[in-house]
């Protein structure tokens, strides 16, 4: 279009005066405090915001069951001055002999998920008449502590992990216990695992008792100090951060985190068109490496 | 325990009434381990008499027979063991067996309850010297076995379900380790719940100093009543003796911090030294005073730069500006002071009483009074340019923003005035009177009513959204990342997500807050009625520590470098290090404190209700 009118109207001197003036300007790289000063006015606004997500899930390659259960739900709120993005996201991996993981893993999901669709029903197919009573950390510890007395007692000895995560606006509630996670996925490349592994050999390591090469090889690595189900009282790590942006949610049982490293990840999420692919291709990869054990993956995107 | 054995437990225990090796009459099950049941039975090889033994049985699920094999070896080699033992604090071994897959212990029963129910059946607390005595006896057996020749025998699973209180009240040690091996391989073996283990025993080594760390995680069990099972590992240093339980002296919980240290080198090296410091702990000799408790060094000696004194009480927050000190007083003035010094330059007279707290703009200082007025000073010569007037008192303090000033008043109205020529842009009707100062973020006006609303405006006046507390909002809100923090005097601090007012998590206070809360790093400190001053991370809302004042903290904090500085109407200024709320130092004035200090310079400015204005160095 440039050209068009530069043919029309344009002089021969003056895309030459134009790049004159450019190598003159100085300039300077903006400072972090000036480009976070832009990137939160932009932030600031209301725009409006969707969304996204999808899941992949596999037995894995050396598993005759499938102890991971997983739930999706991915909504809006429609209000008044604006529409809310609603998103609830749960990975249970669960463990005991015999069928009990999946009935403990299952049970969860479906305990936690219920509870918590309950507490927002009102909102997302009915008029609320009552603000929300209980804040968004009690909901999700209500609900998962529901879910540990349920597992205690309809399944006793059996337990499972549960990472589970809330996406209410902008915000990310997450109620978490053992060894699955989220991770904060950056556009730039950045991967933080936003939960805190309930094992043993994450306990030793945090201590400084095993460096990251004796961890690794660590004999008993799959051994949880906490987990939904275990134990007289439940303490899950509940706590609220901003959904990343730009970036993904990654939701994940060790199927995957612990076969995959995080380069391979962030490059299979990146690089495939969109999040359903993106979670078939995690999966195919962990089964690739060998799918020591059940695989489950939920990516979530605010896109907008 | 193995996630196994819940289902295999109904299937494999032994009923009443079933007699072992026609001598063993099991009348019940006593106790569940990780390898099968503990039994209560009946010697019949003594007909005439009742006497009862303990049969500890023993299931080898092993499915490899070579396996199988090892397992039945050991037992039998550690039964023959512990049949050359001879303790008053250990039980006497009769008789050992198997029978295919099970294998049986017959050991001397112990009339009795096991130290893990005696502690859950406490009214309270345990008696400090009652645990020192048993610890005594404890160290005793250990001693013992350490001892032992040839090899020192390692108990490795001192816990208190495995301490037996007799009916004489002496402990009896039970459950010696049989086939106490890693159960590997499968997942949720929850071995690192055991709680009393030491790190080491982790590695597989097993000292005698590991059942020290293990005495001492029991002794720490038994005095706080905190089961370490239900605790991350390793993380007695994060419940403190005596923080939790306030009667145990200082000697003891040195004691049990020693047997706790994480490094085995830095615990007691023998059950002897151990029994010894305990000893001494039982005479209240004081000989324990290598052990260092850390008391922080508390400076209570603090003395004003300067002091200036008013007519009537502060009860607001000064403002500083250009090496000046702005100040509201209740004799209706405000005052400018040299803030080096203490200088008085200039008072300008309201007609009400002045706890808002005054802001500079534009060589013009804004404040508001309960003379229902907005009063706008000059700077330079403490004379009036303009005010404006709402329908009611005044105790919001001005903010401003894009040349708009925004305050609330007694008249329910949040007002948005025009900075320079003092005309309404536009006011907003709430529920209530509005003693809440306004946050401006994002473009957006917070703000709480007395009606115990919280309301989030737009800059055009217009309602986003609002929050509905229990009682009435005073507190002025604060913002980080999407939250706002607020809390209220229906004793909640809450965070808000700032887009929609949804309550992202609600932390109890003691009592109702009408403190403002400040913000450092992961965390949001907030004064209440109850007299704390509190902690709380923003992220997980787990109150990091609270520290008390003698009476209630109706100022707001304010963080400074490392320390927050916060008032109590205990009449004293506080000085907190921030991370762990260590008192640093405190400074007392002569009557309440009710407003909040500002730092500059490494120098707190405040006022208190005794009529002073305190100049302290931070």
């Not at chain 2, 473009?443 to 006046?461: H, K, P, Q």
Request: hydrophobic content about 40%; overall charge negative.
């Amino acid at each position: 279009m440039a050209d068009f009118f530069r043919k029309l109207f344009g002089t021969k001197e003056e895309p030459v005066k134009q790049k004159q003036q450019v190598d003159m300007a100085t300039t300077a790289p903006l400072t972090d405090q000036q480009i976070n000063s832009i990137v939160s006015g932009q932030n600031a606004k209301y725009e409006m915001k969707q969304l996204i997500s999808s899941v992949g899930q596999s037995v894995g390659k050396q598993r005759e069951h499938n102890e991971d259960s997983v739930l999706t739900l991915t909504s809006t709120i429609s209000g008044s001055t604006e529409n809310v993005p609603f998103g609830l996201y749960i990975v249970a991996d669960g463990m005991g002999g015999h069928q009990f993981g999946e009935v403990a893993s299952n049970a969860a999901i479906r305990i936690m998920g219920g509870n918590i669709t309950k507490k927002f029903n009102s909102y997302l197919y009915n008029l609320p008449s009552q603000p929300l009573q209980d804040s968004l950390q009690e909901v999700m510890e209500n609900s998962i502590l529901e879910a540990h007395q349920y597992v205690q007692r309809e399944a006793p000895g059996s337990g499972t992990t549960v990472t589970a995560a809330l996406v209410l606006g902008q915000q990310v509630t997450i109620a978490h216990v053992g060894d699955s996670r989220a991770y904060a996925v950056y556009a730039d490349g950045r991967m933080e695992v936003i939960t805190r592994d309930h094992s043993l050999v994450k306990r030793l390591e945090e201590l400084g008792h095993l460096s990251k090469d004796e961890a690794e090889n660590f004999p008993h690595r799959n051994v949880l100090i906490r987990a939904l189900g275990q134990g007289e009282s439940l303490e899950a790590d509940i706590f609220t951060i901003p959904f990343p942006q730009p970036g993904y949610l990654m939701i994940c049982s060790d199927g995957l985190w612990g076969v995959l490293n995080e380069n391979d990840i962030f490059r299979m999420i990146t690089d495939a068109p969109n999040l359903h692919r993106a979670c078939q291709n995690l999966v195919e990869a962990a089964n690739a490496a060998g799918g020591p054990d059940n695989i489950t993956v939920i990516l979530a995107q605010m896109i907008g | 325990m193995g996630t196994g054995s819940g289902d295999q437990r109904p299937r494999q225990q032994l009923q009443p009434g079933i007699t072992l090796v026609n001598r063993y009459n099991i009348q019940d099950v006593i106790g569940v381990g990780g390898m099968g049941s503990v039994y209560r039975a009946r010697d019949l090889h003594f007909p005439n008499v009742v006497k009862l033994v303990a049969v500890k049985e023993m299931i080898n699920l092993a499915p490899d027979p070579l396996v199988r094999q090892t397992i039945v070896q050991n037992f039998e080699r550690e039964a023959n063991l512990l049949a050359t033992l001879n303790h008053p604090a250990i039980p006497r071994i009769y008789d050992y067996f198997s029978q295919n897959e099970h294998s049986y212990l017959v050991l001397e029963y112990i009339h009795g309850k096991d130290l893990e129910t005696v502690i859950a059946d406490a009214n309270g607390f345990l008696p400090e010297d009652q645990v020192v005595s048993w610890a005594i006896q404890l160290c005793d057996v250990l001693a013992y076995l350490h001892s032992h020749k040839p090899d020192p025998i390692i108990f490795r699973d001192m816990k208190p379900s495995n301490v037996m209180i007799n009916h004489n009240g002496d402990v009896v040690l039970v459950d010696f380790g049989i086939a106490k091996a890693f159960q590997s391989g499968q997942k949720g073996t929850m071995i690192g719940t055991e709680g009393y283990s030491p790190p080491e025993q982790y590695r597989g080594e097993a000292t005698q100093i590991a059942d020290i760390y293990s005495l001492g995680a029991a002794l720490h069990h038994a005095i706080t009543r905190r089961d370490p099972r239900l605790e991350p590992p390793f993380s007695f240093a994060e419940r403190p003796i005596r923080r939790i339980n306030t009667n145990v002296s200082v000697e003891f919980e040195a004691v049990v911090n020693t047997a706790l240290q994480y490094n085995p080198a830095d615990r007691f090296q023998s059950a002897e030294s151990m029994k010894d410091a305990l000893m001494n702990v039982a005479r209240k000799t004081g000989a324990l005073s290598k052990i260092t408790s850390a008391i922080p060094a508390v400076s209570t000696g603090v003395k004003p730069l300067w002091s200036f004194k008013c007519e009537d009480e502060i009860r607001g927050t000064p403002f500083l500006h250009q090496g000046m000190l702005y100040v509201g007083c209740y004799d209706n003035n405000l005052y400018a002071l040299n803030a080096a010094d203490g200088q008085f330059q200039w008072k300008y007279p309201s007609d009400g009483g002045i706890v808002s707290r005054p802001l500079v703009y534009e060589n013009n200082v804004f404040f508001c009074s309960e003379d229902q007025r907005l009063h706008v000073v000059s700077t330079r010569t403490g004379k009036v340019v303009w005010t404006y007037f709402t329908e009611g008192k005044i105790y919001s303090s001005p903010r401003i923003s894009d040349g708009h000033i925004f305050f609330g008043s007694e008249d329910q109205d949040l007002h948005a005035v025009n900075a320079s020529s003092g005309r309404t842009i536009w006011k907003f009707s709430t529920d209530g009177p509005i003693y809440s100062t306004p946050l401006l973020a994002n473009e957006m006006v917070y703000f709480g009513t007395e009606a115990g609303s919280v309301y989030a405006l737009d800059f055009r006046g217009e309602l986003k959204w609002r929050f509905q507390a229990k009682r009435s909002v005073t507190s002025s809100p604060i913002n980080k990342g999407q939250a706002i923090y607020i809390a209220s005097v229906d004793g909640t601090l809450y965070a808000l997500d700032s887009k929609n007012g949804w309550a992202i998590w609600k932390f109890r206070l003691g009592k109702g807050s009408v403190s403002s809360p400040a913000i450092a790093d992961d965390f949001v400190f907030i004064g209440a009625a109850d007299g704390f001053i509190y902690c709380v991370d923003t992220r997980t809302a787990k109150e990091v520590w609270r520290f008390r004042t003698e009476n209630q903290v109706s100022s707001s904090p304010t963080v400074y470098k490392d320390s927050v500085y916060c008032g109590s109407v205990d009449g004293f200024m506080y000085c907190l290090e921030y991370r762990t709320g260590r008192l640093r130092w405190k400074f007392e004035s002569q009557a309440a404190i009710t407003g909040s200090p500002v730092v500059f310079d490494d120098i707190v400015y405040f006022g208190s209700t005794d009529h002073h204005v305190y100049a302290l160095f931070a």
